[in-house]
């Protein structure tokens, strides 16, 4: 190998007669010439451009590309591509548009409202609010065999009614009415099975 200057290559590490970018700072890297400093912010750091602005930007960049629509749902203007089929302004306006339109009788699943009365007597928030409170007047305990959740056993309760839910719709909701079963306990206690 011939001895004198060799070509630098980073990758090699050290090489003889190369000069470091760093010589004469005696281990001190030379500071910026002054484009940053401690504690100064640039320009737009922190700060948010408005609405407007960015869509006259948008505008005045794709003249021939975009076009400002109108959002079917809330009725703000947007900018959508020419070619695309976008109706709506966010993801949002389209699930909320959507709902409002396939809700009940609009939708195409619609059979005539065939839910059952007593289904939709127990979904409302007056019958939980009634079996809330008789869990809680009954301490959480099955009032026939005495059975309580805990120790890593799973004990599933349910709120009976002792004068019949069909057949007595006055005492639906009387918290006296109701006392608190486990599922074994309120399965023997009706003639039918569920």
């Keep these: 190998m011939p001895v004198g200057v060799y070509k630098h290559?980073?990758?090699?590490?050290?090489?003889?007669g190369y000069t470091p970018w760093c010589k004469g700072t005696r281990g001190l890297v030379?500071?910026?010439?002054?484009?940053?400093?401690?504690?100064?912010?640039?320009?737009?750091t922190g700060k948010h451009h408005t609405d407007e602005w960015r869509r006259k930007q948008a505008l005045a960049a794709n003249k021939d590309l975009k076009t400002l629509e109108l959002c079917l749902f809330c009725g703000k203007e947007f900018?959508?591509?020419?070619?695309?089929?976008?109706q709506y302004c966010s993801v949002k306006c389209k699930t909320l548009h959507s709902r409002e339109t396939q809700k009940g009788s609009k939708s195409h699943l619609w059979k005539g409202g065939k839910t059952e009365l007593s289904k939709l007597v127990r979904t409302r928030v007056k019958y939980k609010e009634w079996r809330r409170v008789v869990f809680q007047r009954d301490k959480y305990v099955c009032q026939?065999?005495?059975?309580?959740?805990?120790?890593?056993?799973?004990?599933y309760l349910h709120a009976h009614h002792k004068k019949s839910f069909s057949k007595f719709p006055k005492l639906r909701y009387r918290v006296s009415n109701g006392?608190?079963?486990?599922?074994?306990?309120h399965l023997s206690s009706h003639l039918h099975k569920f």
Excluded: E, Y
Aim: hydrophobic share 20%; net charge positive; proline share 4%.
């Design 79 to 86: 900018l959508s591509w020419k070619h695309s089929k976008r």
């Design 179 to 185: 006392i608190t079963l486990c599922k074994d306990c």
């Design 144 to 155: 026939k065999c005495n059975i309580v959740s805990g120790n890593g056993k799973a004990i």
């Design 30 to 44: 030379k500071p910026n010439s002054g484009s940053f400093r401690k504690g100064h912010k640039r320009g737009m």
């Design 9 to 16: 290559h980073p990758q090699q590490g050290f090489q003889k």
